[in-house]
Nanobody, 121 residues
């Protein structure tokens, strides 16, 4: 079955850290760029970060640059997002997404069910 399964979301205080994971199955993980996106109720999906298929190029939204780190382990078919110095505005449902070939963001053909990150003040 082709799927993405996120985990690692939690309730954390501002300034804290979390590590999100996304386990991929059913497709050749190492072929595709991957991304993390997030969404809060009533707002559009927001791109957070992307990583190319080899894992040597990473991209970040300005709002998370310097605080979040995306990485991947192609042997384990797993995508990660390290979230540091969390702010209340980072509160959202976080999804990992498979990026369509030829793109690095905003063109996804698979998304997981999400993992909730809640940052308290």
């Amino acid at each position: 079955e082709v799927q993405l399964v996120e985990s690692g979301g939690d309730l954390v205080q501002a300034g804290g850290s979390l590590r999100l994971s996304c386990a991929a199955s059913g497709f050749t993980f190492s072929t595709f760029a991957m991304a993390w996106v997030r969404q809060t109720p009533g707002k559009e999906l927001e791109w957070v970060s992307s990583i190319n298929n080899g894992g040597d190029r990473t991209y970040y939204a300005d709002s998370v640059k310097g605080r979040f780190t995306i990485s991947r382990d192609n042997a384990k078919k797993t995508l990660y997002l390290q979230l540091n110095s969390l702010k209340t505005e980072d509160t959202a449902m976080y999804y990992c997404a498979k990026v369509k070939l030829g793109f690095l963001r905003d063109n996804y053909d698979l998304r997981g069910q999400g993992t909730q990150v809640t940052v308290s003040s």
